[in-house]
């Protein structure tokens, strides 16, 4: 029996499945349980607990392991890194290894000779395996290991120098600084990062990867400071900007891919008391979710959508802190109201997505290129559709509004709290309360929530009392009825118990009504009474759903909807 084999016999596959999977197998000339999780047919755990038991050997997760550093230290970090393999035991004359892929047996015995030792394999995952690597070595081990070696990295007295200029005309080092700039980018996209920080202190680099809304701690070797400049210069160089200019901030832009996907990287630098910070922003990523259906809005709120886009006149306002999906939600948006008989045009900054059949427009503020002046041009273009990036101003708004009255349909983005505060944001802007009656249609306000890993879910069995009345008032359950869930950590999620994201959205359409209430003087607690009587709810409603039906944790929905308000009193002084 093959890995297939056992995952069929356990269920886990179906026979139209594996069959799928070998055809993959033999198409690419790879192992079958790797073409069975690139299909995503069975959990890594599931797989790879297999084809432990296929070989006759023991399956591990060195993750949830307390590894002994002297153990760690018994391998040399070169055999580590090069066999990708992690030490779990040292004993007399025998060394305990986990890895993801036995080595051949010639490389087994070369190993043997390397360590002087009989080697016992375990298996692993290759996630495990990788995550252990990176916490215990840092990521980019092997890099900084090599340029360790090379004698153009000097220690004197009062510093460690780096030396470029030094190396023999045949070093790798520049080659190494740039595999290992790489080795950074590849992993944030291998974790679905959407940005990547690194922070210099005085003795060390901190190196952090914004995951799921989230910034995590990405380990890094201790030599990294050492290095840290050159690594700024290889951003510099990618983006274009001046390398000897260190007392000034950056902004600049690089364009490349990995295999077959194309993005983008906004980089921002600024200049720091220990050395100079960098922000990468990571753009365009080709696997996009371009279908209302896969953004995690209810039935009612996808259907309403839907019907928006077709409308031929109005302007529709996504409102939600930066970093919440906005851009994702309006480019599906677009795509669903593009077609042959309309001419759609977008004013951004910066175009984040490429859209095909859309005309887009990156703004340049240092040529006089803004939205509102954009935005001017753009009308004369007979647009039927116009995505405006951003309201920041009252001169854009008023244009925006003028638009959306003279039948075009306009989508843009707003920074407020919930969808109801747009009203008085534009008010505050200036706007007359009368045009916003008459063209706003539709505000959604959005969250993105990070979901409950699917592998490790758990029934939440500490409710709080007040929660649970809560969700069951709002959802209109029994409170006995209220269910939850949490993750309890695993390798598919990197122990943390949470995979992937999913969006939360309060729709608030206008109707007459709220136009006979529209005022410079109206306030945000009057649109919300009155909105409340023609069935809206607030965000903090919709998530209740979410948690009911296993998307979402209570924790997580606390952070994102709690209000001060739900805060308990502090108590008076007697």
């Not at 391998?75 to 890895?99: M, S």
């Not at 295999?259 to 980089?267: I, M």
């Not at 407020?416 to 944001?425: K, Y």
Request: glycine residues 6%; proline residues 4%; aromatic residues 6%.
């Amino acid at each position: 029996m093959d890995v297939g084999d056992v995952l069929l016999q356990k269920g886990t596959l179906t026979d139209k499945h594996l069959e799928s999977a070998r055809r993959r197998q033999a198409r690419l000339n790879i192992p079958l349980h790797q073409a069975i999780v690139d299909l995503n047919y069975a959990s890594e755990e599931e797989t790879y607990r297999a084809l432990a038991s296929v070989n006759h050997l023991d399956f591990t997760d060195p993750v949830t392991l307390e590894l002994d550093k002297a153990v760690l230290q018994s391998v040399p970090v070169k055999v580590v890194l090069h066999y990708r393999l992690i030490p779990l035991h040292n004993e007399p004359g025998v060394v305990t290894v986990a890895c993801s892929e036995i080595p051949p047996l010639n490389e087994q015995g070369n190993l043997r000779l390397l360590l002087a030792k009989r080697i016992k394999f375990v298996i692993a995952t290759p996630s495990s395996v990788h995550a252990v690597i990176k916490k215990h070595y840092g990521l980019g081990a092997d890099t900084i290991q090599q340029l360790r070696q090379d004698r153009t990295l000097r220690q004197s007295q009062q510093e460690v120098v780096f030396d470029l200029k030094a190396a023999d005309p045949g070093s790798n080092v520049e080659a190494s600084i740039t595999d290992f700039v790489d080795q950074i980018l590849l992993e944030a996209l291998r974790l679905d990062a959407t940005d990547i920080h690194f922070e210099p202190y005085p003795q060390t680099v901190r190196l952090r990867y914004r995951v799921d809304g989230i910034l995590q701690e990405i380990p890094v070797p201790s030599d990294l400071r050492q290095v840290y400049d050159y690594i700024v210069s290889r951003v510099k160089v990618m983006a274009g900007l001046n390398i000897a200019e260190r007392r000034l901030p950056h902004d600049g832009r690089i364009a490349t891919k990995t295999g077959t996907e194309e993005y983008a990287l906004r980089v921002s630098i600024i200049p720091t008391k220990h050395g100079e910070a960098i922000c990468l922003r990571i753009l365009g990523r080709q696997s996009l979710f371009l279908d209302l259906s896969q953004l995690g809005m209810d039935s009612e709120q996808q259907t309403a959508i839907e019907k928006l886009t077709k409308l031929s006149q109005g302007m529709v306002l996504l409102t939600g802190p930066t970093g919440s999906g906005k851009t994702t939600t309006l480019y599906a948006a677009l795509a669903h109201a593009n077609d042959v008989g309309r001419k759609i045009i977008t004013i951004e900054n910066p175009v984040e997505y490429q859209l095909e059949g859309v005309m887009q427009i990156q703004t340049h503020e240092e040529i006089g290129l803004t939205f509102s002046s954009g935005l001017r041009s753009v009308l004369r273009h007979d647009p039927d559709v116009v995505l405006i990036g951003e309201i920041r101003d009252s001169e854009t708004a008023e244009i925006a509004i003028r638009a959306a009255q003279t039948g075009h349909l306009v989508f843009s983005t707003l920074h407020t709290n919930d969808s109801i505060s747009a009203i008085t944001r534009l008010i505050e802007m200036g706007i007359e309360p009368f045009l916003i009656g008459s063209s706003l249609v539709c505000s959604i306000a959005q969250r993105l929530a990070r979901r409950v890993c699917r592998h490790c879910r758990q029934p939440d069995t500490e409710i709080d009392s007040v929660v649970r009345e809560e969700m069951a008032q709002t959802i209109g359950i029994a409170p006995g009825e209220v269910r939850a869930w949490h993750g309890a950590g695993c390798v598919e999620c990197g122990h943390n118990g949470y995979r992937g994201r999913i969006a939360l959205y309060e729709l608030f359409l206008m109707n007459d009504t709220i136009c006979d209430l529209l005022n410079k003087e109206v306030t945000t607690s009057q649109l919300r009474k009155t909105a409340m009587q023609f069935g809206w709810h607030p965000l903090r409603a919709f998530g209740w759903s979410k948690i009911q039906n296993g998307f979402i944790s209570i924790a997580e929905h606390q952070r994102l909807t709690l209000r001060v308000s739900d805060f308990a009193q502090t108590p008076q002084p007697r």
